[in-house]
Every structure is written in structure tokens, then in C-alpha cells.
């Protein structure tokens, strides 16, 4: 009896014991996020923190203060373990030496070789890599299927081409002058390196240098689809709205269904769902100039490890951890946002809405500029490759536009 | 009497200390880092090699510095005179303490204690071509065929953004006016009156003149305000269309913290310094000789 009971107690201590350790040893990670990855963030973080001793405070910073708060926390020594940031500025931060080099841990995990190729480029500099594909966005071309029925089109064959969107959206213009064939935001400069880039790149064009030397808005797919929607402007299938929009309406007007064909991210998919309910709309690939031709800009976040971090080992388990099959299914497809393995495309959670499946193909196709300075080449309002388009499309002068978008890229990157 | 006066001189610097010691934390050494900042080629992402004046020598040939600074100059000069000319007109209308004149002067303060960031929202909204008031007032009181797209010509984002700031601001003058207004001594006023003099008289040989030293103050509160201009373009504009709206400041923020240049950003920061410097030192000592005659 005596001995049972010492035993018991023994058993018991243990176990008390080993509950003890993990909260003794447990550690909390930080993490920053930029505002519009914060709600895929936090799907893969509360999953995290629910399975997982260790946790991780998730701390969410301005979009446009991102590169200001990293870049003066790593001068500082004030960094957090982990960090989720558009995957544009991924070359300038690798260069800088901001992160830590993950190759070993990344080319032994059998899960990164499934990740799309554009996250694997970006996240790769002097053959070492130094992020992983984290909350993924992918741009897609959306119709609206009751506007192309009530035109007279086929609701289920979407234009596959450049020319086949501006005739569809003639015959829908045609339904009446509030309703409009075609939508982008004139003045955003990230919204169209987003829809429209695609375009180009899916005719063949290389957009941007990654140096002085490197070739700039080559080939004619960047001049014929500047050239369409210039032609889809003057005919007035563009709301005349679309000049001056910086973004802000760049999902409002396909909800107000009185947009017929439009760019956009797949994650306007779950906001029409959720806004829209009634609304009937299709998805597929962003076409370019000729037949097949496809492509897409693959954004979203990147989560790297900033030099510097407190708790690097345990960051890189996370990082490892979030490729992993539970983690793309569990926390991110569950919550109906795409996983950054496209080979997960086909799964349980999107197996009801065969547009998600097609918007998560769409990584798989998709690419993603890898250069310095992006924000300064595109993402400024000032930006070469916006005042192209404006000058291209509004003004009228697609050739003198692109010549000076080239030279003015070029001095950009020679930097 | 010596250790008397050397112990004045001292409590004299002990009384200033503080004052110093503020302003040499927060304003001259932050100056002087900056100062140091523009003769290097420093970027957000690090470095910071010594290149001497390199940086000035760019912004002499750096056409979008000197656009963005002749817009600012520019809304300056038509700005300024209007929250001047309509607050006052304001300040005279609503300067008596009735109760009905001090609900409408509260009414015309109410924009001034909202956000600049907050306010340049709402008018972005109340501007726009699909859902905004104003077009829908404009057509329908027949004054527009149909909605115009304000921001899609920089003369009429220019005057956008000049309603949207004088609505937010021209309380602040108003308010400063009224102050100035209600201390004249009403025995002056009075005689006036018995003099003869009308309202209008009073209000430009009476009024006007002995408000004067507000009038400058608010003027240059005013034109600095305007050549610092950068949330207003920066929400309503974006700088567009074409970057034909960009401020002096907006200008330094694209090159400072879009692309990174923070070297060649604290150097403009200088130069758009010193524009102001002189034109404030200019302003206050015509208004010293003004005072003096």
C-alpha cells in the first residue's frame, strides 16, 4: 500500500513537474504584421498559440510605416522574432542584411519545395533564402455573370483575351450609360502593377529592371494593352471615376454590379460573398493579348525572421510550422484564404466554390518582380510606372509614355 | 556688489535653463542631425556616406522639387488671402455677444477641432463623382449637367482642396479677429459713431488698423501653415493628377520614406528651412516697419 502510494505520488509530482516546465520554459514570441495581412495573420497565429506551449503577441503596424519601423528596429536592436510584410520589399531587406538566413532549416523542410515558385524567388538573394511564403494573395480577372447574360453573352465563357474584354464590355456598356463594361483605378499605381502588369507579362513583356542594364516594358504586350484600354477609355466602357480613383474604390465599384469585367485580388472573392450574396460573378486567370495566353501578380505577405530576433530558434520553428499541411488547411484555407502551396489548391474547405480553387491555381502561374526600389519604380505616386499609365491611357500618348516609364525605371534601378 | 551681480546673471540663466534646455533637446541638436543627415547619402535601409553637398546639388536640378515648391507657393498665395479676407468679414459679423452671434461663431469653429487627416476624408468623399453630396447638390440646383470629376484636373483638385481648407480652418482666424475686435476700446467706437462715421468706416479706419498686429499674426500662422501643406494633398490628391499637386512637403515625405532617400530628403527638409525662414523674417519686419510708421 505504502509502496503503491509512493509511487502514486511520484507519478503525480511528474506530471505536475512536466506541467510546471512548460510553463516555466514556455517563451512568448513577437510578431509584426502589416494592417491588411493582420486577418490571415492572426487565423495562423490563434492556431499556433492554441496548439503550441510557446506563444507568439502578434503587434499590427500601418501598411506605409512597415519599412520605416522595421528598418529603424533592426538599427536600434529593437526587433520583434518574426515579421509578415508585403513581399515587394523582400529584396531591398534581404540586401540591407535586415533578416536572418533560413536556407539550411527551408531546403531541409520537405513542405518549401511545394510553395509557390514566386515566393521562393522573391525570398532568394545570392542563393540564400531568407523568408517563405506566408498569407498569400494572387491577382484574377472577375466578371459579373448577370450582366453578361443580360448583354447577350455566354455567363460562362469569360473573355480570354485583351481584345475579348473590350468587346464584352462594349456589349455591356450597351445595356444602358450607368452600367459600364470594364473598372481599374487609374491613380493607384500598386492596384494596376496588380491587375494589370499580368496583362503584359502574359504577352510575353518583361515591366521592370532589377538593374541600369536590364530591360525595361519590353516586347509589345506592354504597348497593346495600354493600347486597349485607352481605346476601352475614349469609348467610354470606363467610368470616368476610374481616372482619379487611389484605390479606394478599386472593390467598390464591381460591388455596386454595375461593373461587368474587372482585375482584381482573390480575396475580393469572400468580401462579394459576404457583401453581395445575390450577386452571381466568375472567376479565371488574367489574360494577355493572344489565345492561352495567361498570367497574375502573386502578392500578399512574406514572414521572415529579422536579424536580431530574441528568440530566432523558435522562430524558425514557426516558420517551419506554417508550411506544413495543418497549418495551410487549418488556418488558412478553412478561413477560405489561399495557401501559399498551390498543390493544397484542391482541398475539403474550397471544394464548394471551384473560384477559389481557380484563384489558388492562379499562384501557381503567377509572377512577382524581383528588384530593388519597387516601391519607387511603382508603388509612389509619383512613380514611372504610373504616370505611364495615366499618360498612356488618359492622355493618349502610349509611345512617348512607355519611352519615358523606361528611361526613367532604368535610372531608378541603376541607383 | 560684484558677487550681487554675478549671482543675477546667474538666476537669470537658471530661469532660462529650462526654456534652453527644451529647445536645444528638441529643436537644435534634432536640427543638427539633420543638417549632418543631408551631406550624406543615408537611406532608410542604412548607410551613410559622407558626399559633401552632392545632395543640394540634386535638388538644383531636381524639376519635381521646384514644381512641387511653385504649387506651394502658388496655394499659398491664393489660400492665404481668403481665411484672412473671410474671417475677418466673419469676425465682424458674429463679434457682439449675442447669444444667436455666439452659436454661429461656435458653429463656424466646429471644423477646426476635427483632425486635418479626418476632415480631407470626409471632403474626398463629399467630392466624389458617384456617391458624393456636393455633385448631387451642384446638379441638382442646375449648376452642373452631370457630376464632374474634381480630381481629374489639377486646377479643380487645387480648388477642391482650397474649400475643403478654408471650411476647416477659417474658424481659427475668425476666433483671433473676434479677440482683437472686442478689445478695441468701445469709447473710440463710440465717438465714431458720433462723429458720424458709418459701419464701414469704422470698419476699415477703426477696426481694421487696430487689429492690425493680429491681423499679421494670424497672416503668418497662415502662410506657414500653407507652405507646410502635406495631409490635405496627400488623402484628397495623392499628388495627381500627373504629380501636379504635389507640396514642397508631400515631395520631401515620396523621397524621404517611399523611396528611402532620407539623406537627400533631410536636404530638401533644409532648403524648404530656409525658403520659409526668410520669407517669415521678411514678413515680420515689414510688419515691424509698419508698426514704426
Given at each position: ?5 509512493t ?27 502589416r494592417?491588411?495581412g493582420?486577418?490571415a ?9 492554441a496548439?503550441?506551449?510557446d506563444k507568439i503577441e ?8 512597415m519599412v520605416?519601423k522595421l ?8 526587433v ?5 510584410f508585403d513581399l515587394?520589399y ?7 542584411g535586415?533578416l536572418?538566413?533560413?536556407?539550411a532549416?527551408?531546403?531541409a523542410?520537405?513542405?518549401f ?7 521562393k524567388d522573391i ?11 506566408f498569407?498569400?494573395?494572387v491577382s ?13 453573352l ?6 480570354s ?14 445595356l444602358g ?8 483605378s487609374?491613380s493607384c ?5 496588380f491587375?494589370?502588369?499580368p ?12 538593374n541600369?542594364?536590364d530591360?525595361?516594358?519590353?516586347g509589345d504586350g506592354?504597348?497593346q ?7 476601352m477609355w475614349?469609348?467610354g466602357l ?6 482619379t480613383?487611389n484605390g479606394?474604390?478599386f472593390t ?11 482585375g482584381?485580388?482573390g480575396f475580393?472573392?469572400s468580401?462579394l ?5 445575390d450577386?452571381?460573378f466568375g ?8 489565345e492561352?495566353?495567361v498570367?497574375?501578380?502573386v ?11 530574441k528568440h ?6 514557426f516558420?517551419?510550422?506554417e508550411?506544413?499541411d ?9 478561413n ?5 502551396r ?7 474547405y474550397?471544394?464548394?466554390?471551384p ?7 492562379a499562384l501557381?502561374i ?6 530593388y526600389?519597387?516601391?519607387?519604380m ?14 498612356a491611357i488618359?492622355d493618349?500618348?502610349?509611345?512617348g509614355a512607355i519611352?519615358?516609364?523606361?528611361e ?6 541603376a541607383? | 556688489?560684484?558677487t ?8 537669470g ?12 533637446v528638441?529643436?537644435?541638436?534634432p536640427?543638427?542631425?539633420?543638417i549632418?543627415?543631408?551631406m550624406t ?6 548607410g551613410g556616406k559622407?558626399i559633401g553637398?552632392?545632395n543640394y546639388?540634386r ?5 519635381g522639387f ?10 499659398t498665395i491664393?489660400l492665404?488671402?481668403i481665411?484672412m479676407?473671410?474671417?475677418f468679414?466673419?469676425a ?6 449675442t ?9 463656424i469653429f466646429l471644423?477646426v ?23 448631387k ?13 474634381w ?5 479643380l483638385?487645387?480648388?477642391?482642396v ?6 476647416k480652418v ?8 473676434i479677440?482683437?475686435?472686442?478689445s478695441?476700446d468701445r469709447?473710440i467706437?463710440?465717438?465714431a ?6 459701419y464701414w ?7 481694421v488698423?487696430l487689429?492690425?498686429r ?9 502662410a506657414?501653415g500653407?507652405m ?12 495627381g ?9 508631400y515631395w ?11 539623406g537627400y ?14 520669407f517669415?523674417t ?7 516697419r509698419?508698426e514704426?510708421q
Amino acid at each position: 500500500m505504502s509502496m503503491r502510494r509512493t509511487c502514486g505520488g511520484l507519478a503525480a509530482m511528474l506530471v505536475a513537474s512536466s506541467a510546471f516546465a512548460d510553463l516555466a520554459f514556455a517563451d512568448t514570441m513577437t510578431m509584426w504584421v502589416r494592417v491588411s495581412g493582420t486577418n490571415a495573420a492572426a487565423h495562423l497565429v490563434d492556431l499556433w498559440n492554441a496548439t503550441h506551449g510557446d506563444k507568439i503577441e502578434l503587434t499590427t503596424i500601418p501598411d506605409n510605416q512597415m519599412v520605416t519601423k522595421l528598418a529603424t528596429g533592426v538599427q536600434a536592436g529593437e526587433v520583434p522574432d518574426l515579421v509578415s510584410f508585403d513581399l515587394i520589399y523582400m529584396p531591398d531587406f534581404m540586401k540591407a542584411g535586415f533578416l536572418t538566413d533560413l536556407t539550411a532549416d527551408l531546403k531541409a523542410n520537405p513542405n518549401f519545395n511545394s510553395v509557390a515558385q514566386a515566393y521562393k524567388d522573391i525570398a532568394t538573394y545570392e542563393g540564400k533564402i531568407y523568408g517563405a511564403g506566408f498569407t498569400p494573395d494572387v491577382s484574377i480577372l472577375i466578371w459579373n455573370k448577370d450582366l453578361f447574360k443580360k448583354a447577350g453573352l455566354d455567363p460562362d465563357k469569360p473573355p480570354s483575351t485583351i481584345g475579348e474584354i473590350q468587346e464584352d464590355a462594349k456589349k455591356i456598356h450597351a445595356l444602358g450609360p450607368d452600367t459600364y463594361g470594364f473598372y481599374f483605378s487609374g491613380s493607384c499605381p500598386g492596384c494596376n502593377i496588380f491587375t494589370t502588369s499580368p496583362m503584359m507579362v502574359a504577352a510575353g513583356s518583361k515591366i521592370l529592371p532589377a538593374n541600369g542594364d536590364d530591360p525595361t516594358l519590353t516586347g509589345d504586350g506592354v504597348k497593346q494593352v495600354l493600347e486597349t484600354f485607352k481605346a476601352m477609355w475614349d469609348e467610354g466602357l470606363v467610368p470616368k471615376s476610374a481616372q482619379t480613383d487611389n484605390g479606394a474604390n478599386f472593390t467598390a465599384m464591381f460591388k455596386s454590379g454595375k461593373i461587368g469585367i474587372q482585375g482584381c485580388g482573390g480575396f475580393l472573392i469572400s468580401d462579394l460573398k459576404h457583401d453581395v450574396p445575390d450577386m452571381n460573378f466568375g472567376v479565371t486567370f488574367l489574360p494577355g493579348v493572344k489565345e492561352g495566353q495567361v498570367s497574375a501578380f502573386v502578392g500578399g505577405d512574406v514572414v521572415a525572421i529579422p536579424a536580431g530576433s530574441k528568440h530566432a530558434a523558435l522562430a524558425k520553428a514557426f516558420v517551419a510550422w506554417e508550411l506544413t499541411d495543418e497549418a495551410q488547411l487549418e488556418g488558412l484555407a478553412k478561413n477560405n484564404i489561399l495557401p501559399s502551396r498551390p498543390a493544397l489548391a484542391d482541398n475539403k474547405y474550397f471544394a464548394a466554390d471551384p473560384r477559389i480553387v481557380t484563384t489558388a491555381k492562379a499562384l501557381g502561374i503567377g509572377y512577382v518582380p524581383w528588384v530593388y526600389h519597387f516601391a519607387d519604380m511603382v508603388n509612389s505616386d509619383s512613380s514611372p510606372w504610373i504616370n505611364m499609365l495615366q499618360r498612356a491611357i488618359f492622355d493618349g500618348d502610349v509611345d512617348g509614355a512607355i519611352k519615358e516609364a523606361r528611361e526613367k525605371m532604368k535610372a531608378i534601378a541603376a541607383e | 556688489m560684484s558677487t550681487s551681480r554675478s549671482f543675477d546673471q546667474w538666476r537669470g540663466w537658471l530661469y532660462v535653463a529650462p526654456t534652453l534646455l527644451f529647445v536645444g533637446v528638441f529643436v537644435v541638436i534634432p536640427f543638427g542631425q539633420l543638417i549632418v543627415m543631408s551631406m550624406t547619402d543615408r537611406s532608410l535601409l542604412g548607410g551613410g556616406k559622407f558626399i559633401g553637398f552632392s545632395n543640394y546639388v540634386r535638388i538644383w536640378n531636381d524639376s519635381g522639387f521646384w514644381g512641387a515648391l511653385l504649387f506651394t507657393v502658388k496655394y499659398t498665395i491664393v489660400l492665404t488671402p481668403i481665411l484672412m479676407i473671410l474671417g475677418f468679414a466673419l469676425a465682424l459679423l458674429t463679434a457682439d455677444n449675442t447669444p444667436l452671434k455666439r452659436l454661429t461663431r461656435t458653429i463656424i469653429f466646429l471644423p477646426v477641432v476635427i483632425g486635418l487627416s479626418s476632415s480631407s476624408l470626409l471632403w474626398f468623399w463629399l467630392f466624389d463623382e458617384q456617391v458624393g453630396l456636393l455633385n448631387k447638390l451642384l446638379v441638382d440646383l442646375r449648376v452642373i449637367a452631370q457630376p464632374m470629376v474634381w480630381f481629374a484636373s489639377a486646377d479643380l483638385a487645387f480648388w477642391a482642396v482650397v474649400i475643403s481648407i478654408t471650411w476647416k480652418v477659417v474658424g481659427f482666424g475668425m476666433v483671433l479677429f473676434i479677440a482683437a475686435i472686442q478689445s478695441i476700446d468701445r469709447e473710440i467706437l463710440e465717438a465714431a459713431v458720433i462723429d458720424g462715421a458709418g459701419y464701414w468706416k469704422r470698419a476699415f479706419l477703426i477696426i481694421v488698423p487696430l487689429s492690425r498686429r493680429i491681423i499679421l499674426l494670424a497672416t503668418l500662422v497662415s502662410a506657414i501653415g500653407s507652405m507646410l501643406a502635406f495631409d490635405q494633398f496627400y488623402i484628397m490628391t495623392s499628388g495627381g493628377p500627373r504629380g501636379q499637386t504635389f507640396t514642397a512637403v508631400y515631395w520631401i515625405y515620396q523621397n524621404s520614406f517611399v523611396s528611402f532617400r532620407l539623406g537627400y530628403g533631410a536636404a530638401l527638409s533644409i532648403v524648404l528651412t530656409l525658403i520659409i525662414f526668410v520669407f517669415s523674417t521678411l514678413q515680420i519686419g515689414l510688419t515691424a516697419r509698419s508698426e514704426a510708421q
